[in-house]
């Protein structure tokens, strides 16, 4: 008890509810760096909206209104669109996968530039961290098949964020909506599709009652990495000890929690399947190069007005350049060995 | 005292409520393109499968500017809530009284600070250019963003007035103005 | 329970006291989150403040406050429910309880039109009380089917109380809506069935429409109830139908509803700049009522939660150990007592957000707790002393001593918890429209043309590495 009456509290909160999967990393993160401080540090993990709205977090966390933020960076993209790229970003970035793009932000001075992002572009006085790697994430359900980009057209989707300026920029019809309004309004035809995560949370949310066609996979955030923000100078005043305790817990939580999630998405894949009648489908190739095509345009006219964007993404692409090919090379592709061992059933 | 307010004083409140009206009159209007907004929105997208880039982010500015900008003119009609509980049977001067040390101790002290707060935070969003992130049209963030101090300076004007009536309330236990209940 | 949590409660208990003097709100709740958000986190507590109100602006769905509203004065404006009244009156008049029927059947559709309560009670009190009293009608009956009729208002949809109570509870509005019409049917039919009741039992208390009175031309009869009901059922199906049949989210569905209702203000001749003008600056005032309110609130209740309060409360209210049916009364009853001093905003917006986990935490089905706590809260207009539905009508039918009013509302209080009752006991009379809902779009059939795509897909190359597949298929 006594070591508990000196234990420092870090009060954060996440932009999601706690009912998400999502919320587990936030909370198994506060759990690890309570046991290995041993009790002298403490995380108090808030779902979203207990102190300050979901998207309110980082200004809050600047004004230490929050000491921290468990978060996307995809949500900042109204300050700055470069906040996209150190979410791993549409289509991976030039083709990395997860271990590539972390790979980027400890070798390759992505984290030196996430933070520079902050602090000098968005003058915010945060230390960033990743910690929650929530991908790759489906294409989305659907009310009936599609076949092509034309398919799409005539159809109104619930996109959100860059993903939805890219399908904007291919003449799809985006609808926006509160995340509570999707499945009403998918249940009463308001919308013909939507994009939520996939797997497990996409059955919490309750997607397998209304449609019956869920596609993946996705290249709008095959990659996706979401943050743990801290207040500057919370994180100055803390003791060398607790700052390397939280960085090993945000890491720690990164490959426990993704390894459960993925596990925890093959369990709802089937549930999907075998429970609730969906037909779970391949993503038609021409519908994701056609995204990743106007993904890459759209990139390349921020890089023309924006040089810290530029300057991020060209940082990805030198790095990319490097092990995407060397990958290529000595990693077996997926396909390969799941082919041999659990071939696609023909029905 | 007797025989009403002094003139400079009857006039200083008469003109501060006439601005609040005026305003607010005018303010009330953003219903208009707010019902314009979400009615064009609907009806191109059934009628036309072509749904609009910018209803969504008019909306929401719209339907928030109205409440937050409304709320001088509000408070002028005596629109925000309180319980009755008691307070219709106290007298005009308990009433005045009770009014003053709100007006004086809750009111402004909170109005003025969040004023302060939010005059930086949007002077903050003009310097990065801050852009709404909700949809793809992606309009400028930090004209919503001025509503706030805006509203907060509205309310502090009208305040004024609120506070001089309630003061002349408690010193005369004369009613200079009954505010209605309105109906929700 | 920590220092700061204490800290909270204190905080709390001072908000009850500053509410009960009669302080506004608003005000006070902003003050008090400053002043002991001051001394538990520091100055960082406006900044605070400021998040939460900028979070709220940004609430697209909220913005369906303001046009049902909107929509309600419009509606009130081109007297459709003068029409929809004299239709019914003419239709029901060789009845027993006639206009007991006519007030309770006007006031439920016009409940579909509008989403406050203070327009029906007020028009019904002009419109129905003369004539009742009149025909000899029992004042303390008709006064209680005026105010209960007119309660309807915030419960069935639209309802701007049901906007507000869909995200505090973390449910859909459009899930919430759908629940709400069993338990609005229900509370009209029980009301229909009691004064009906009364009035065979005792003539007395409601005789039939005198014959003179009545319309005997079938033409006449006809016209009116065509030209008085069509309308606002043509306005309703827009709206409500949008939002249950597929159109529109709630927000859309308030926008076309206004927009129709703006278009029948033209039809009806009764548009003017000026009546315009009123209704815009009433639904501004009202909005920003609620909507301050809802921000104030929130900064509040923010500051609780962050001084640990809001756990500590539902920490103590679950370790009573409970059976959850006795925990689900006991918030109940304590959400009715609040509804006496108390107006739906405050407790849906300052007390619910405290009951909230300790609902949760039982697995009670979120939605139909919403629709007990709208009837809890409907009732709680019904309430006398403080009970707004009594100020409106006492306001516009000055005959009608306070006394007279209380008396008749508080026989509808009687009718209101046995619904509420049969609702506890009951779950489906809330949940069975909005499961049916989801039912049928659970029980879609794949059309053959889908399944020929479908058998397309499966057979077709994935996005599998070229080279390997080819080598796979060899
Ligand atoms: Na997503
Ligand atoms: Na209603």
């Known amino acids: 008890a006594p070591a508990m009456a000196q234990a420092k509290v870090l009060k954060m909160q996440a932009t999601w509810p706690a009912s998400l999967t ?58 700055n669109k470069t906040a996209i790229l150190f979410t791993g970003g549409p289509g991976g970035t030039f083709g990395m996968d997860y271990i590539d793009v972390i790979g980027w932000m400890f070798h390759g001075g992505g984290l030196e530039l996430y933070q520079e992002f902050y602090q000098k572009e968005l003058k915010l006085n945060v230390v960033v961290l990743p910690i929650l790697p929530a991908g790759p994430q489906a294409f989305g359900w659907f009310k009936k098949p ?134 779970v489908l391949l993503t038609p190739p021409e519908i994701l190069l056609a995204f990743i095509k106007k993904w890459d345009e759209i990139a390349a006219t921020e890089s023309g007005k924006n040089p810290f964007f530029k300057k991020v993404h060209e940082s990805q692409r030198a790095y990319a350049s490097k092990v995407v090919p060397y990958k290529r090379f000595y990693f077996p592709p997926y396909s390969f060995m799941a082919n041999y061992y659990f071939p696609p059933k023909k029905k | 005292m007797s025989g009403g307010p002094s003139p400079a004083l009857s006039k200083f409140i008469r003109s501060i409520d006439w601005f609040t009206d005026r305003t607010g009159m005018a303010i009330a209007w953003l219903v208009v393109p707010l019902v314009g907004a979400v009615t064009i929105e609907v009806v191109s997208r059934y009628l036309f499968n072509a749904p609009t880039i910018w209803s969504f982010d008019l909306t929401y500015m719209l339907y928030g500017a109205l409440f937050m900008l409304g709320a001088a003119f509000a408070l002028h009609k005596g629109a925000h809530i309180r319980t009755d509980f008691f307070w219709e049977k106290f007298s005009v001067r308990k009433k005045g009284v009770i009014d003053t040390i709100s007006y004086v101790v809750f009111f402004f002290p909170s109005i003025a600070m969040l004023f302060i707060i939010s005059w930086n935070e949007a002077v903050y969003a003009l310097q990065i250019n801050e852009m709404s992130d909700q949809t793809p049209w992606r309009p400028i963030l930090w004209p919503f963003k001025f509503v706030v101090p805006i509203a907060c300076l509205l309310l502090m004007i009208q305040g004024i007035s609120e506070l001089l009536k309630s003061f002349y309330m408690a010193r005369t236990g004369v009613e200079l103005e009954h505010k209605e209940k309105i109906e929700i | 329970m920590t220092p700061d949590a204490l800290l909270g409660l204190i905080m709390l208990l001072t908000l009850l006291g500053a509410i009960f003097i009669g302080v506004p709100i608003s005000f006070t709740l902003l003050f008090l989150a400053f002043s002991f958000g001051y001394l538990g986190m520091g100055h960082v507590v406006v900044d605070l403040a400021y998040f939460q109100t900028i979070g709220m602006m940004k609430e697209e769905l909220l913005a369906a406050v303001p046009l049902f509203i909107f929509m309600g004065f419009l509606t009130e ?171 529109a989210t709630p927000t859309e569905a308030a926008g076309v509803g206004a927009t129709g209702a703006l278009i029948l203000t033209l039809l009806y001749r009764r548009f003017s700049w000026a009546s315009l003008q009123r209704a815009l600056v009433s639904t501004m005032s009202t909005s920003s009522m609620v909507l301050l309110l809802a921000v104030t609130s929130n900064v509040f209740g923010a500051v609780f939660a962050r001084l640990g309060t809001a756990n500590w409360i539902t920490e103590s209210l679950l370790g009573l150990q409970l059976p959850p049916t006795m925990m689900l009364i006991m918030v109940l009853v304590l959400i009715f007592l609040l509804g006496w001093p108390f107006e739906w905003p405050a407790i849906i917006l300052v007390f619910l957000p405290i009951f909230y986990p300790v609902v949760k935490a039982m697995e009670v089905d979120m939605i139909w707790f919403g629709a007990l706590v709208a009837v809890v809260l409907q009732t709680a207009f019904l309430s006398p002393p403080v009970a707004m539905s009594a100020y409106y009508l006492k306001q516009v039918v000055k005959g009608w001593s306070l006394a007279t009013i209380y008396a008749g509302m508080f026989q509808f209080m009687i009718i209101q918890v046995i619904c509420i009752g049969l609702i506890v006991a009951f779950p489906p009379i809330a949940t069975w429209f909005p499961n049916r809902l989801l039912e049928a779009s659970r029980t879609q059939v794949i059309p053959e043309e889908h399944k020929k795509i479908l058998e397309q897909q499966r057979t077709a190359p994935s996005l599998e590495d070229d080279e390997y597949s080819r080598s796979r298929r060899q």
């Open chain 3, 77 to 247: 404006q081109a007297g459709l429910m003068e029409r929809l009244f004299t239709a019914f009156r003419m239709l029901l008049a060789p009845m027993r309880g006639a206009l007991f029927l006519v007030v309770i059947l006007t006031a439920a559709v016009f409940a579909m039109a509008t989403g406050i309560v203070g327009a029906a009670v007020t028009v019904l009190g002009i419109m129905a009380s003369p004539i009742m009293t009149k025909a000899n009608y029992d004042p303390q009956l008709s006064a209680g089917a005026i105010t209960a009729g007119g309660t309807l208002g915030i419960l069935i949809p639209p309802s701007v109380m049901l906007i507000v109570m869909g995200p505090v509870l973390g449910v859909s509005v459009a899930d919430l809506y759908a629940a709400a019409f069993g338990p609005g049917f229900l509370l009209a039919a029980a009301y229909i069935t009691y004064l009906l009741g009364r009035s065979l039992i005792n003539p007395k208390l409601g005789p039939p429409v005198p014959v003179e009175e009545r319309v005997h031309s079938l033409g006449v009869m006809l016209t009116e109830v065509v030209l008085g009901t069509v309308p606002l059922l043509v306005l309703i199906t827009f709206t409500l139908g949008s939002i249950l049949a597929g159109f």
């Open chain 1, 146 to 279: 599609i076949q092509t980009i034309e398919d799409m057209k005539g159809m109104k989707c619930r996109q959100t964020g860059m993903a939805g300026e890219v399908w904007q920029a291919l003449g799809f019809t985006v609808v926006n909506m509160p995340g509570g309004e999707i499945i009403p309004a998918a249940q009463r035809g308001v919308i013909d599709c939507a994009e939520w995560v996939g797997g497990i949370e996409d059955l919490k949310l309750g997607f397998q009652n209304v449609w019956k066609y869920h596609y993946s996979p996705g290249v709008h955030e095959n990659v996706t990495i979401g943050e743990l923000i801290i207040n500057g100078d919370v994180w100055k005043d803390l003791s060398p000890q607790h700052q390397e305790i939280i960085k090993s817990a945000a890491n720690e939580a990164f490959l426990v929690w993704w390894s459960k999630w993925q596990l925890q998405n093959a369990d709802a894949l089937t549930e999907m399947q075998e429970k609730h009648g969906v037909h």
């Open chain 1, 22 to 79: 999502l919320f587990d990393n936030f909370t198994y993160f506060a759990e690890r760096v309570s046991k290995l401080s041993g009790g002298t540090l403490k995380i108090e993990a808030m779902p979203a909206g207990q102190v300050v709205p979901a998207f309110e977090v980082l200004d809050a966390t600047h004004k230490k209104v929050l000491d921290g933020a468990h978060a996307w960076a995809g949500y900042w993209t109204g300050k």
